[in-house]
């Protein structure tokens, strides 16, 4: 680095940049987002973990998915919150490190948890006498903590990589976080190897892991039409539309963002897109599995008990 170049320590997060009084609208909009999808989540972790009716497999997967997605939640929006209320919307730059690999680690968890959802659906459905041996608990486990093993792992790369380059300014982020395409621009030096790795380590996490999702599908797809009975097919799809619906949420969203070129969006609808993957689709997600019929028994006997005390 010249001696005319400094480290910057701190960065400015724009966020939307919209009238003051629009601010207040979007704190309140945003927080009660946030606090929909905290407890959406750990409504579904608190039914799971007290109903041992839910104490299955396809169950483990989803209480995995729900602390996810509140974690990956909270990575960015708790600051975002304090951006729109404070008059100073600066972050030290460690922190806006941390955050983006936070954001990171928890996208990519989130994108190997659907896969291996989706294996857990095939393997109960295309082989459902092996299901018990072949989903043990101890082979769940191993799954689960491989799902987020691998991710911090991966978004660790992209830290280490982010740290050889020297950072002079600017010391603006168009953005509401530390999204990591917006730290590459804070970067005095060349950042095409970031960036190459970037899309590569997009294009191995989200088409990768999609084909292997289309393809257990693609399996149970046949599996179900095999099955002679209406009632067995519609409990085989019954079974699979919700993970579907949150599986084609997840990689629709992300691969909008990410894979997409960069002329086919503005800053601000990029912003709008980031907004939806981190704060909707965890929002939603409860939605949709609490809508099976094992999740709203599991919610009725709990509240059953309540009245009946």
Same mark, same amino acid.
């Given at each position: ?9 701190? !960065? ?5 940049? !919209?009238?003051? $009084?629009?601010?207040?609208? &979007? ?17 579904? &972790?608190?039914? /799971?973990?007290?109903?041992?009716? &839910? ?23 708790? $600051? ?32 190997? +948890? ?68 917006? =730290? ?20 191995? !996490?989200?088409? #990768? ?17 095999? /099955?002679?009975?209406?009632? #067995?097919?519609? $409990? ?5 539309? +919700? ?5 084609? &949420? ?39 599995? +609490? ?13 059953? $008990?309540?009245?009946? =005390?």
């Amino acid at each position: 680095m010249g001696s005319n170049q400094t480290w910057i320590t701190e !960065v400015i997060l724009l966020g939307f940049q !919209v009238d003051p $009084k629009l601010e207040v609208f &979007l704190f309140a909009f945003v927080l009660l987002f946030y606090s929909l999808t905290v407890m959406g989540n750990g409504l579904i &972790l608190g039914l /799971i973990w007290l109903d041992p009716r &839910l104490h299955t497999p396809m169950y483990f997967f989803l209480s995995n998915l729900a602390i996810v997605d509140m974690s990956h939640a909270s990575s960015i929006v708790p $600051k975002m919150l304090a951006n729109l209320i404070m008059e100073t919307k600066t972050i030290s730059f460690a922190p806006c490190l941390l955050q983006t690999f936070l954001y990171l680690a928890l996208a990519v968890t989130e994108c190997m +948890s659907l896969v291996v959802m989706s294996y857990d659906r095939y393997v109960a459905i295309c082989h459902p006498f092996h299901y018990s041996v072949i989903m043990s608990w101890r082979i769940c486990t191993v799954l689960a903590a491989t799902c987020w093993i691998f991710s911090f792992l991966l978004a660790l790369v992209h830290i280490i990589l982010i740290l050889r380059l020297p950072f002079c300014g600017p010391q603006k982020i168009n953005h509401f976080f530390c999204q990591i395409m917006s =730290v590459f621009r804070l970067a005095c030096a060349d950042t095409r190897l970031n960036q190459i790795v970037l899309f590569a380590g997009s294009v191995f !996490v989200l088409v #990768g892991p999609l084909c292997l999702v289309l393809v257990s599908y693609m399996h149970i797809l046949l599996a179900i039409l095999r /099955i002679q009975s209406k009632e #067995g097919r519609r $409990k085989a799809f019954s079974t699979c539309s +919700s993970h579907l619906c949150v599986v084609g &949420l997840f990689f629709g969203s992300a691969i909008v963002m990410y894979l997409a070129p960069k002329s086919s969006h503005s800053q601000e609808q990029r912003k709008i897109l980031s907004l939806f993957y981190s704060l909707f689709n965890p929002m939603l997600n409860p939605l949709i599995y +609490s809508l099976r019929n094992s999740v709203k028994g599991a919610l009725g006997r709990f509240l059953g $008990k309540k009245s009946s =005390v």
